[in-house]
C-alpha cells in the first residue's frame, strides 16, 4: 500500500533569494493523524502548500496517495482535501452554497453533491445554519465549515492548518471528536497546530520543521521518551526570597515571579522526592503544576537548537 505522503529532497527558493526548504524528507503512512510542527517560519505552510499546489517547488518529489505532483496533478488535488488557516470563502454566500459549489470543483452531480454537505454538515452541527450567511457564523462555524467543504468530494488525506486557532476549548473539543472518527474510519489527516497538547494527545506520529530542515521526526512516543525532562512551578504558602542549594543543584531550581519556584525532574527522579525536599528546609507547598507538557519542551529545545 503507497503512503498517503511522500516527500523526497524537497527545496523551496524564492525569487528574492530566500531558501524557505532545504531539501527536506517527509513520510506520512496512509491512515495515520500525523503533525507536522515548527514555529513561524519554519516551513510548515510553504511544504503544506507545495503538496496542495498552491506553492511550486524549486527540485524535490512529492507524491501523494502513490500519485506524482508532477505528472498525475489532478489526480493529486483529487487526493486532498486542504483546510487552510485563513477563512478564504464568500462571506455572503450561504453555507450550504459553499458547501455544494465546492463540490461542483470535483465534478460531481447536483444531487450527489446536496446529500453530502447534508451530511457534513450535520455531522459538524451547522445544518441548522445552511441558509445562513456565512458572515453571520461565530469563528468556530466558520472552521467547521471549511471543514465540511474540504470533505465534500471525500478525500483520502485531509490538510488542517491551524484548526482551532481562535477556537473554544468546548468548538475545539466537538471538532476533535469529529475528525478522530474521520481518521478511524481511514481518511488519513495531517495537522499543523499551535497547541501542541493537541498534537501530543492525537497525533501517533510527528515531524518537527525548523528553518527549512526537518530536526525531528518519527514516533510521538519514541521522540518523548527521550525527553527525560519536566518543569513544575511550586506556589508556597509565603513567598520564597531565597533558594535552598539543594533545590538548585539536584532540581535546577530558579525564583519566579510572585515568589513561586520553577523546577525540573528527570528520569529517576519523583515529586514525592521534590516535597521531601522542600519540607526539609520548612517550605510548605500548596501547589505544584506542570509548566508545559513534553512535546512543548521538546519542541522548544529542537527549535532553539535549529536556530
Same mark, same amino acid.
Given at each position: 500500500m503507497a503512503n498517503a505522503l511522500e516527500i523526497s529532497? #524537497?527545496?523551496k527558493v524564492y525569487d528574492n533569494g530566500f531558501k524557505a526548504l532545504n531539501g527536506i524528507d517527509l513520510t506520512v503512512p496512509q491512515g495515520d493523524f500525523f503533525a507536522l510542527l515548527g514555529p513561524n517560519g519554519a516551513g510548515k505552510s510553504t511544504s503544506l502548500g507545495i503538496v496542495s499546489s498552491l506553492v511550486n517547488k524549486t527540485s524535490g518529489t512529492v507524491k501523494v496517495n502513490g500519485f506524482d505532483l508532477d505528472s498525475q496533478r489532478?489526480?493529486?488535488? $483529487?487526493? #486532498?482535501g486542504?483546510? *487552510?488557516q485563513e477563512f478564504n470563502f464568500n462571506a455572503f454566500e450561504k453555507v450550504l452554497d459553499i458547501v455544494v459549489q465546492q463540490a461542483g470543483y470535483y465534478g460531481l452531480p447536483r444531487k450527489l453533491a446536496l446529500t453530502r454537505a447534508e451530511t457534513y454538515l450535520k455531522q459538524l452541527d451547522l445544518w441548522e445554519k445552511r441558509d445562513t450567511a456565512a458572515r453571520m #457564523?461565530?469563528?468556530?462555524?466558520? $472552521? $467547521?465549515l471549511m471543514i465540511a467543504r474540504a470533505l465534500v468530494h471525500e478525500p483520502k488525506i485531509l490538510i488542517l492548518d491551524e484548526p482551532t486557532a481562535g477556537v473554544d476549548i468546548e468548538i475545539r473539543r466537538s471538532m476533535w471528536r469529529f475528525l478522530n472518527e474521520l481518521n478511524r474510519q481511514g481518511t488519513t489527516i495531517i495537522l499543523t497546530t499551535h497547541y501542541l497538547e493537541e498534537a501530543e494527545t492525537l497525533? *501517533?506520529?510527528l515531524a518537527i520543521i525548523g528553518k527549512g530542515n526537518i530536526i525531528a521526526q518519527g514516533p510521538t512516543k519514541a521522540l518523548l521518551k527521550d525527553k527525560d525532562r519536566s518543569t513544575f512551578v511550586a506556589d508556597f504558602t509565603a513567598s520564597i526570597t531565597e533558594l535552598p542549594p539543594t533545590l538548585v543543584s539536584d532540581y535546577g531550581a530558579t525564583l519566579v515571579e510572585g515568589g513561586s519556584i520553577e523546577f525540573h525532574t528527570r528520569q529517576g527522579q519523583t515529586l514525592n522526592e521534590v516535597f521531601a525536599c522542600?519540607? &526539609?528546609h520548612d517550605l510548605e507547598a500548596i501547589s505544584i503544576r506542570p509548566k508545559?507538557? $513534553?512535546? &512543548? &519542551?521538546?519542541f522548544v529545545d529542537l527549535t532553539t537548537e535549529s536556530e
Open positions: 529532497n #524537497l527545496v489532478e489526480q493529486v488535488k $483529487r487526493s #486532498l486542504v483546510v *487552510p #457564523l461565530s469563528g468556530g462555524m466558520k $472552521r $467547521r497525533c *501517533p506520529n522542600f519540607n &526539609e508545559t507538557n $513534553r512535546l &512543548e &519542551e521538546l
